[in-house]
């Protein structure tokens, strides 16, 4: 293997760690924005319940009003009718009070109706205070979360980049340039490891001098995959210490 392949993976595994790292970073705003979302959803629908209930409350004084005004009328018309001198004015006032009798009935139904519908609205209210205040705690401890995972990301992506800085002092300057290039093409994988003579992330074979080149210990060369162009090497042991191994048994 090249003495600087050692370099590059290391970087790697740096240059992953921080992607994952800004990656956690930039989705930290998408991920407070939906719990403020759900808040003020929790809210307007709190609103939309008291509102309605003062509407209800507002129809139910103007329905009491309506039963008294009928009920009012339909008194004086009962005191009117005794005196009256004729029958065709008993029939007319009764008529009267008939007609206000029933527009004091309809006037209860609806108030019926309206002290039901506020009852629901009372109901409604109640539940929707109790929902906001359960996704205010959910809210607060979620975002007291995101704001540990952001100092804490923050932290890490501070002692990588110090970390990349040592690892990226070891690489020649075209190798680091030749690295970073092939990572951008590749999501930030600019190295694949060979086994079984397969490039691993690719799947295709690699030609055997090439595989039997990347084991020995003092390579010089750096090879790249023919099908997905990464930079390659091998973790298995070095031909040369494997040699080494098998005079010893």
């Known amino acids: 293997m090249h003495p600087n392949i050692k370099h590059l993976i290391e970087l790697q595994i740096i240059d992953l760690r921080l992607n994952e790292l800004r990656t956690?970073?930039?989705?930290?705003?998408?991920?407070?924005?939906?719990?403020?979302?759900?808040?003020?959803?929790?809210?307007?629908?709190?609103?939309?319940?008291?509102?309605s209930l003062t509407t209800s409350l507002k129809d139910r004084k103007r329905y009491e009003l309506d039963v008294e005004q009928w009920k009012e009328k339909a008194r004086k018309y009962k005191d009117q009718i005794y005196e009256v001198k004729t029958n065709e004015a008993y029939k007319a006032l009764q008529h009267e009070i008939e007609g206000a009798e029933a527009e004091m009935a309809k006037a209860e139904d609806r108030l019926l109706e309206r002290m039901v519908s506020g009852e629901e609205y009372e109901r409604q209210v109640k539940?929707?205070?109790?929902?906001?205040?359960?996704?205010?705690?959910?809210?607060?401890?979620?975002?007291?979360?995101?704001?540990?995972?952001?100092?804490?990301?923050?932290?890490?992506?501070?002692?990588?980049?110090?970390?990349?800085?040592?690892?990226?002092?070891?690489?020649?300057?075209?190798l680091l340039d030749h690295y970073e290039r092939i990572a951008r093409r590749h999501n930030g994988v600019a190295l694949a490891e060979v086994r079984d003579e397969t490039c691993t992330l690719c799947r295709v074979r690699v030609?055997?001098?090439?595989?039997?080149?990347?084991?020995?210990?003092?390579?010089?060369?750096?090879?790249?995959?023919?099908?997905?162009?990464?930079?390659?090497?091998?973790?298995?042991?070095p031909v040369a210490q494997a040699s080494a191994g098998g005079n010893e048994s």
């Not at 808040?39 to 609103?47: E, F, G, H």
């Not at 162009?229 to 298995?236: A, D, G, H, M, N």
């Open 24 to 51: 956690l970073l930039a989705g930290l705003p998408r991920r407070l924005a939906e719990v403020e979302a759900r808040v003020a959803a929790a809210r307007q629908q709190l609103t939309a319940a008291k509102e």
């Open 127 to 174: 539940a929707a205070e109790r929902t906001l205040k359960e996704i205010e705690a959910s809210a607060q401890a979620e975002r007291q979360t995101i704001a540990a995972e952001q100092t804490a990301a923050q932290k890490e992506v501070e002692q990588d980049t110090a970390l990349r800085e040592q690892a990226v002092a070891g690489v020649p300057e075209d």
């Open 207 to 237: 030609r055997p001098h090439v595989y039997q080149e990347l084991r020995r210990e003092n390579s010089e060369e750096i090879f790249h995959c023919e099908s997905c162009t990464r930079i390659l090497y091998c973790s298995v042991q």
